[in-house]
């Protein structure tokens, strides 16, 4: 008898791994590309005593340390092990996410994961995988992109170290992406990944110019810059966000009937408009943001990345103004509180 449920048993487990192989596949390569990134970071103390590391890089290293313990202590966020190491990119990229969204339509392809449940996005440790992803995807006539993330949390299950090109950031910058992934370590909602990330984008700013406030003073430079570059990123967003609601009504004006080559031509006209129109905005920094895109239109994925971003950000400022009386450690204990981790 248990020769035999011994028996059934394997052929399940048999039939599980061939139907979820590809998952499967998946997941054994992003544990291999995580686990080598966390076996092979150094402890901080490390470079932080070699006389050959750049002392500009130690003092990004120490204001690493100074937003961990603020977001820790003040903020009440999860006090981790991460950030307590250093992974050495040598300059180059580590991770490639590629997004994915419908060609007509503002909506965006999901993918669905064990525990994490659905999300906009596919990440890898592996750039030509990443291609292989996107080709097969624009073969399935979606709009797709590939970028290479600044961090990345774990959500728990490894200990995330310091990645060295984090260290090309500003002061403000910098701590608002510790902050940010932070949060995703001490709250993160399954199924949610609008939610998640406009969380974590709302506190991790928002608490880096506490953050600077409190170590560097109100009138430092670094807290001008930051201010005075969260400024032009949020009227870039808003810009954005008014767009993509343009172009989806454009989109449904598109008929059956319509050729795929009038719709790619009135599709292209639409964004060239929106690109152009960033010129228009009224920013600290004088450069043309319309450059940016001068090879390249962007896609529909570009678009969804501000709604997944950032779509809920003057909503949650609200809240934090008139419910929380801009005390974010409140906030932030009133969702802990309201929304289980995973």
Not at 30 to 47: F, H
Not at 310 to 315: A, L, Q
Request: with cysteine.
């Amino acid at each position: 008898m248990l020769r035999k449920i011994l028996g059934v048993l394997l052929v399940v487990v048999v039939v599980l791994i061939f139907i979820y192989r590809d998952l499967l596949m998946y997941a054994i390569g992003q544990g291999y590309g995580q686990l080598k990134i966390v076996y092979e970071a150094r402890p901080v103390e490390t470079y932080m005593n070699d006389p050959a590391f750049p002392d500009s890089l130690k003092a990004k290293l120490r204001l690493i340390e100074e937003a961990r313990r603020f977001a820790i202590d003040s903020l009440g966020l999860h006090d981790t092990d991460n950030y307590k190491t250093l992974y050495d990119q040598q300059g180059q990229e580590l991770m490639w996410v590629v997004t994915a969204c419908e060609p007509f339509r503002l909506k965006e392809k999901v993918w669905e994961f064990p525990v994490v449940g659905a999300v906009p996005y596919k990440g890898f440790f592996n750039r030509e995988k990443a291609v292989k992803e996107k080709e097969a995807l624009e073969k399935d006539n979606y709009d797709v992109s590939i970028r290479n993330p600044g961090g990345w949390s774990t959500l728990g299950w490894f200990t995330d170290p310091i990645l060295s090109n984090m260290l090309r950031r500003g002061d403000g910058d910098l701590a608002s992406l510790i902050i940010h992934e932070m949060v995703h370590a001490t709250l993160y909602v399954k199924d949610s990944a609008e939610f998640n990330e406009n969380l974590a984008s709302f506190i991790g700013d928002r608490g880096a110019e506490l953050f600077l406030i409190r170590t560097r003073g109100d009138t430092s430079q670094a807290l001008r810059e930051f201010r005075g570059d969260d400024s032009d990123y949020r009227k870039v967003t808003q810009h954005m966000l008014r767009a993509a609601r343009k172009l989806d009504s454009l989109y449904q004006t598109f008929a059956d009937s319509d050729s795929l080559s009038v719709k790619k031509q009135r599709k292209q006209a639409f964004i060239q408009r929106i690109v152009d129109n960033l010129d228009t905005l009224s920013l600290s920094d004088p450069r043309p943001r319309s450059k940016r895109f001068a090879k390249r239109l962007p896609n529909n994925t570009y678009f969804m990345g501000f709604k997944t971003y950032e779509s809920k950000h003057d909503r949650m400022k609200e809240e934090w103004s008139t419910i929380y009386h801009h005390d974010l450690r409140l906030l932030i204990r009133s969702y802990k509180d309201r929304y289980p981790y995973l």
